[in-house]
Structures are given as structure tokens and as C-alpha cells.
């Protein structure tokens, strides 16, 4: 599976974006996907998980009200809305993908694109 993220940048604090991720190599459809994110010098820590479907999502309670995943299936992209954004979300956004069919874990989420800078400025 390949995954390659976009969507990065340099956004003043209280600003929108939006990234995506667009996967290829296997059935879209059949998979969850994520978002991780990782900050200089700290591990990478979980951002986002949806559901092969998209009826299920599960959100990090530091993002929680703020940022939103969703995912088309139609165009195999998963997107990472980020509303009201603080310089502590300044990180490197990682698109992760799910290694077995119809699991919802954020455990499961084996494979991953490379990243996208996220700088949030004060």
C-alpha cells in the first residue's frame, strides 16, 4: 500500500488546515485509516482512526472538538480537518493505513506514508 500525504504548511494559531492522504495498492474501502503526529525530539503519537466505512472515528482527547476525520472512498482519501489550531500542534502529520480488512484498531494501523510538516506560529 502506498500513501502519500498532503495538505502541510504554516498557519497562525487559531487557523484552519485541512490534509489528505491519498492510498493506492489495494481495496480502500476495506481498510481503517489514521493520522498520526509527531513532534521534534517526542514520539509519534496518535492523532485520528476511522473506520473502513467511515462510521466509526476515534479522536485524540488533545484534538478532540478540533480537529475531525473523514474519508471518501470513491477517491481513496482520507483527510484530517484541523480547526482552531495551537503552536502545540506543531508537528510532522504521518497518514497510517490499516494491515488487515474490517479492523478498527488504532493498534492495527501498520502502514505509513511519509509525512507532512504541520507549523502553527503564535
Known amino acids: 500500500v502506498q500513501l502519500q500525504a498532503s495538505g502541510g504548511g504554516l498557519v497562525q494559531a487559531g487557523g484552519s488546515l485541512r490534509l489528505s492522504c491519498a492510498a493506492s495498492?489495494?481495496?480502500?474501502?476495506?481498510?481503517?485509516m489514521g493520522w498520526f503526529r509527531q513532534a521534534p525530539g517526542k514520539e509519534r503519537k496518535f492523532v485520528a482512526a476511522?473506520?473502513?466505512?467511515?462510521?466509526?472515528?476515534n479522536i485524540a482527547d488533545s484534538v478532540k472538538g478540533r480537529f475531525t476525520i473523514s474519508r471518501d472512498n470513491a477517491n481513496n482519501t482520507v483527510y484530517l480537518q484541523m480547526n482552531s489550531l495551537k503552536p502545540e500542534d506543531t508537528a510532522v502529520y504521518y497518514c497510517a493505513a490499516g494491515t488487515r480488512p474490517r479492523v478498527f484498531s488504532t493498534s492495527e494501523l501498520g502502514y505509513w506514508g511519509q509525512g507532512t510538516q504541520v507549523t502553527v506560529s503564535s
Open positions: 476511522i473506520s473502513w466505512s467511515g462510521g466509526r472515528t
Open positions: 495498492g489495494r481495496t480502500f474501502s476495506n481498510y481503517a
